[in-house]
């Protein structure tokens, strides 16, 4: 669960490392008169390796050198990604060559940027590329890791928070990615136990078909057919952490841990179904960013997280399309498609986090979801944020996008508009206030990764608590669903960056 041993390194000629990845738009800019040695020769007689990057000897202790060009970084559309990728194919570069213990060295920055965010940006994406999947860590002991250790050729403050982020990713990819049957819900619990064990965090887990019918109804539906085989009864777990001092913000996140998705009834048909295993990214993603702040411990924050791990099985007893449930908030909806189950997962519980937000100091909410194929036919790879008015006014949008950029950790903003909240209306009103979705799936559906964060807002009872209301919340939806990694790649463990940086800096 841990990552690869840090270590601080001031100078390159240290024969603690085998091999020296430096990273740069132009290695004549490095500070090391043997880096400029090493490489000229090399690219007066090939100019692709300028761009390309190599694998040159050095004359340092290491006696290996990977140049990594993060190439032109002064056009509109780059952005700090460059630095992270020209880490990790720098590092993936030395373990091709035979490195086990590779020093980084981070050069250069954005015009106008800042350089730290670059080395921040960079250093992540060597800690990416050396990632080792649970799986295979824990069922191949002889790959359990990449390297020996890592070195870190900068300041020790970059260092540090890259790690504590690190750690909150191993956590995010471990659950997220894990097979359906590693990550069921229960040992999602065992897990999620461990990884906080001794931490400031706290954990409580809820469990049972008939508890989570009587509070968390939406949750229940999901969960009926799952409860059914133990090892893949849901849970509900939530993490709590407190830093030291008076609370000035206070963060409520809702993940979506649907741990694996048939579609159930409306059964996932023509090979559609592979992969479902990541549906649970969103609540992986909130359980490393309680990691990432178990380690950074900041003050004056309170976090409460929510993981909602259920299993959208397909039998006898599974939940089906034209069934009506009322809300943890009293709102009747009648279910359109068994295979919009994420927002059914989470809304009861995101009612739960309303409830307790309106007695803390400066609330603020999160739901976080892989929801919506749509998303990733909107906005391709990238995270999505959608506010409502109340965190529209905080531009929480625009700072999360901002914190996003700043690591590598990229958001587009999407809004939920008028006909989104219609959409969602029964058109009869004779038997329900709202449809949970409609029959076709959101990527053939106009606005298909907006319509739910309207009714995620509807059938919560957040409606009530709009920027004109006597008690305004203030809640952002998140579509991850382009951004947290598809098979055979190991996930990313997004946006635990970008809310790092946003938790801390805003």
């Known amino acids: 669960m ?23 738009p132009d290695y004549k800019l490095s500070s090391s008169q043997a880096v400029i040695s090493a490489l000229s020769p090399v690219v007066e007689v090939n100019q692709a390796a300028q761009s390309a990057g190599c694998v040159v000897p050095i004359s340092l202790p290491c006696k290996r ?19 992270a990728e020209a880490a ?18 981070v050069q250069g920055s954005l015009p106008n940027k800042s350089a730290e965010d670059a080395q921040v940006s960079a250093l992540l994406g060597a800690l990416a590329a050396v990632y080792v999947p649970l799986e295979m860590r824990e069922a191949r002991k002889e790959k359990a890791a990449k390297v020996s250790g890592l ?18 990713r191993i956590v995010a990819r471990d659950i997220g990615g894990s097979d359906p049957e590693r990550m069921a819900a229960p040992r999602v619990e065992e897990y999620v136990q461990e990884a906080f064990k001794g931490t400031k965090v706290k954990v409580e887990v809820m469990k049972g078909q008939e508890f989570f019918e009587k509070e968390y109804p939406c949750l229940a539906a999901v969960n009926r057919c799952a409860n059914q085989v133990p090892r893949h009864d849901g849970r509900l777990i939530w993490l709590t952490y407190e830093g030291e001092g008076t609370v000035k913000k206070t963060v409520y996140v809702v993940g979506k841990g649907i741990t694996y998705d048939t579609g159930g009834a409306d059964i996932k048909a023509g090979g559609v179904m592979a992969g479902m295993s990541r549906d649970k990214c ?30 959208n099985s397909v039998g006898a007893n599974a939940y089906v399309s034209d069934e009506i449930f009322t809300s943890r908030a009293g709102v009747r909806i009648r279910i359109g498609n068994t295979d919009a189950e994420g927002r059914m997962a989470m809304v009861d519980v995101l009612c739960r986090a309303k409830e307790m937000a309106l007695s803390d100091t400066n609330p603020h909410l999160l739901t976080i979801a892989t929801l919506t194929g749509h998303a990733c036919l909107a906005m391709g790879p990238y995270s999505i944020i959608m506010d409502n008015g109340a965190a529209r006014a905080a531009e929480t949008a625009q700072k999360v996008q901002k914190a996003g950029d700043d690591v590598g950790d990229m958001f ?43 009714f995620l807002q509807q059938v ?47």
């Not at 841990?2 to 740069?24: H, T």
């Not at 509109?76 to 990604?81: A, K, M, Q």
């Not at 990790?88 to 060295?105: E, M, Q």
């Not at 508009?417 to 009869?428: G, L, Q």
């Open 460 to 506: 919560s009872g957040l409606d009530k608590h709009q920027l004109s209301s006597s008690k305004p919340l203030k809640y952002s939806h998140l579509d991850i669903a382009g951004s947290a990694g598809d098979l055979p790649h190991p996930t990313t463990g997004a946006p635990v960056a970008a809310l790092t940086r946003w938790l801390l800096s805003d």
């Open 282 to 311: 969103g609540a992986a993603a909130t359980a490393g960013l309680m990691k990432t702040v178990a380690e950074l411990q900041p003050k004056g924050v309170k976090v409460v997280a929510a993981l909602c791990m259920v299993r």
């Open 65 to 83: 050198l990977v140049y990594s060009p993060t190439g032109p970084l002064d056009r509109d559309y780059d952005d700090n990604r460059r630095f």
């Open 412 to 454: 587009e903003i999407s809004n939920v508009r008028r006909e989104d909240w219609e959409f969602n209306k029964d058109k009869s009103g004779e038997f329900v206030d709202i449809l949970q979705a409609n029959s076709a799936p959101s990527t053939r559906t106009p606005r298909g990764h907006q319509v739910p964060g309207a």
């Open 151 to 168: 070195g870190w050729a900068g300041e020790k403050k970059i260092m540090d928070e890259a790690l504590a982020i690190e750690r909150g």
């Open 88 to 105: 990790a194919n720098g590092i993936k570069k030395a373990l091709a060559a035979g490195s086990k213990h590779p020093l980084l060295a």
């Open 2 to 24: 841990s990552a690869p041993p840090l270590s601080l390194c001031a100078e390159f000629n240290s024969d603690v490392y085998d091999c020296l990845v430096w990273v740069g």
